[in-house]
């Protein structure tokens, strides 16, 4: 595996400088929000849960403000075949996790997976921890800006099956939300975009940071998509 030797051990900072004016409202919503207003889902009081980060990275492509975003390998234990943030569990090596630790981690894990360069990624808001009940990841998601853009791709297909940007046109294009539910009774918002479908804990963090950054638009929260009971 690569690995993001510029960030391993030494200093990762967050700055808001040079950002793009379409990013304030981004910007603002990651300094404003509350954990309860992204999710119900919090780490445990008890610090269990294990430590790890994904990567919120906005770029700027021919259609104007876009995400990058990964498909997990089907082989995989956890998450299997679900389009996804890049991100894992931290490492040792990446340092405290109550301190710098994730955004190192989130900026590793993006080059493992994707094959971007960390050194073309400002990293510039961290959203509270978040956690996901099913693998037991206490999740802090890091906010960046791709001020240069570096080629992506799948780097190990037993990890990823693909790489891809999605137009934050086309997240907020009402014909592509959807409502999905599963046999367990999970519901929870999806998107339907890059013939993929969205969901989980990607979904509810892309429709909180839309709804908070003012872009989100009225949708049809009655249009369903049901989920396949291995999912």
Do not use: C
């Amino acid at each position: 595996m690569t690995r993001a030797s510029e960030t391993q051990g030494g200093a990762v900072a967050l700055s808001k400088e040079g950002l793009p004016a379409w990013l304030d409202p981004v910007v603002d919503a990651v300094e404003t929000v509350e954990p309860l207003q992204l999710s119900r889902f919090l780490p445990p009081a008890d610090g269990g849960g294990r430590q790890s980060a994904v990567l919120i990275l906005f770029g700027e492509g021919e259609r104007g403000p876009e995400l990058l975003l990964m498909e997990r390998a089907t082989s995989l234990r956890s998450h299997a075949g679900q389009p996804s943030f890049p991100g894992g569990a931290l490492d040792p090596e990446d340092g405290d996790p109550q301190g710098d630790g994730p955004l190192r981690a989130a900026l590793r894990e993006a080059e493992e997976e994707t094959g971007l360069d960390p050194t073309g990624v400002q990293l510039f808001g961290v959203l509270p921890k978040l956690y996901i009940p099913v693998s037991g990841f206490v999740v802090t998601p890091v906010v960046g800006w791709w001020r240069r853009p570096s080629p992506v791709g799948v780097v190990d297909p037993n990890e990823t099956a693909r790489v891809f940007t999605v137009p934050v046109a086309d997240l907020t294009d009402p014909a592509h939300r959807a409502t999905t539910y599963h046999p367990s009774g999970h519901r929870g918002p999806a998107f339907l975009v890059e013939s993929a479908l969205v969901w989980g804990f990607t979904a509810g963090v892309i429709d909180r940071l839309l709804h908070f950054a003012g872009w989100e638009r009225p949708w049809d929260r009655d249009k369903q998509v049901p989920l396949n009971w291995r999912s």
